[in-house]
């Protein structure tokens, strides 16, 4: 009954990388300083797109965090991508890096790579592992509410009526199915004590909150109609490498190729994850900040929680409750609603 589990998962997996595939292969593209052109709503393309690659990455990493661990997945997967990214813009830049880019551009796409990939995804990963992708993307949801909180706090932004509201709907949206346990009924969460799903929960608040940061210093980075792939490869190359001397000088290098050589499958899991997040997800995403108005940007690539709900009952044969559909619509709705006004 297990290996039929497996077996079925990894159809679907499949499934959604031929997906992916098949999304670019009909994007009808154009390149212009590294930029995908789709017409005059690339940017609004480009946030639809982020949530559907960035649904089955969360389902990719949940698996294969599960087999060799979170720290495993998120030093490899940026290995991974790094060398991907850096292939393509050899291809389309003609160069492996942006190093005629200004010192003052690495310097906030490199501090966006190491809140946003070493520490923000670091929390995250650790919340797919423990309390699954559906529940860890829906408080991911909540980064955008971070992010006018602190710019509240700190650069003394003023927050509307409206947007108040937008805040007050994400939140008790999420909380409404945080709040909601169903235990022994979730393919993806097991049974577990509510300490340990606690500590889940704030693995994913701390995903959220390194994401929202990551993306107010990817946007001073992006001035200029900087390039977005050179800017996610930036990121990238910033982040790998520290993640790596983190990990040479914890001695945990050869630990992470010996999980991955007990673990064959968690690697193409890995891979497909890679594929589809910080190479494909990743870029989309900056694309869509940079040609779209933040608000509607922000909105469409906020739909992985939705989009994540089939993909669970699906790949994980998670029990949806309707409490589960109306808590997650209305988080989304709080977002878009703070995201527009």
């Known amino acids: 009954m297990q290996t039929n589990s497996i077996e079925n998962r990894a159809v679907w997996v499949k499934l959604g990388v031929l997906a992916c595939a098949e999304v670019l292969h009909r994007t009808k593209t154009v390149y212009e300083r590294g930029i995908v052109i789709v017409g005059e709503y690339t940017g609004e393309f480009a946030g639809l797109a982020t949530s559907f690659f960035w649904s089955f990455t969360?389902?990719?990493?949940?698996?294969?965090?599960?087999?060799?661990?979170?720290?495993?997945?998120?030093?490899?997967?940026?290995?991974?991508?790094?060398?991907?990214?850096?292939?393509?813009?050899?291809?389309?830049?003609?160069?492996?890096?942006?190093?005629?880019?200004?010192?003052?551009?690495?310097?906030?796409?490199?501090?966006?790579?190491?809140?946003?990939?070493?520490?923000?995804?670091?929390?995250?990963?650790?919340?797919?592992?423990?309390?699954?992708?559906?529940?860890?993307?829906?408080?991911?949801?909540?980064?955008?509410?971070?992010?006018?909180?602190?710019?509240?706090?700190?650069?003394?932004?003023?927050?509307?009526?409206?947007?108040?509201?937008?805040?007050?709907?994400?939140?008790?949206?999420?909380?409404?199915?945080?709040?909601?346990?169903?235990?022994?009924?979730?393919?993806?969460?097991?049974?577990?004590?509510?300490?340990?799903?606690?500590?889940?929960?704030?693995?994913?608040?701390?995903?959220?909150?390194?994401?929202?940061?990551?993306l107010i210093a990817s946007k001073q980075g992006l001035v200029d109609n900087f390039p977005a792939l050179s800017g996610n490869l930036m990121r990238l190359s910033v982040s790998t490498v520290t993640i790596w001397l983190i990990a040479l000088a914890t001695r945990q290098v050869r630990a992470n190729f010996q999980a991955l050589g007990e673990h064959p499958q968690a690697v193409r899991f890995i891979l497909g994850g890679a594929i589809a997040g910080p190479f494909i997800g990743v870029w989309f995403s900056l694309i869509a900040v940079q040609n779209a108005k933040v608000g509607v940007a922000s909105t469409l690539m906020s739909l992985t929680p939705v989009i994540l709900l089939p993909l669970s009952r699906i790949i994980f044969k998670e029990h949806i409750t309707s409490r589960a559909i109306m808590g997650t619509i209305v988080a989304v709705t709080g977002t878009t609603i703070l995201f527009l006004a």
């Open 58 to 214: 969360s389902i990719f990493f949940t698996l294969s965090g599960r087999q060799v661990g979170s720290q495993v997945v998120n030093r490899t997967r940026l290995l991974l991508a790094l060398g991907m990214v850096s292939l393509l813009h050899l291809v389309l830049q003609g160069k492996l890096l942006p190093v005629d880019a200004e010192l003052s551009r690495w310097g906030w796409m490199g501090l966006s790579g190491l809140i946003g990939f070493v520490i923000g995804d670091a929390f995250l990963f650790q919340a797919f592992v423990m309390i699954g992708p559906r529940l860890a993307m829906l408080l991911m949801a909540l980064n955008p509410v971070m992010g006018a909180i602190m710019a509240w706090a700190l650069l003394n932004e003023t927050l509307e009526g409206l947007e108040m509201l937008g805040i007050a709907l994400a939140v008790s949206g999420v909380a409404w199915v945080v709040s909601e346990r169903q235990k022994g009924e979730s393919g993806s969460l097991p049974d577990v004590s509510p300490r340990y799903y606690l500590i889940g929960v704030l693995f994913g608040l701390g995903g959220a909150l390194g994401q929202a940061s990551g």
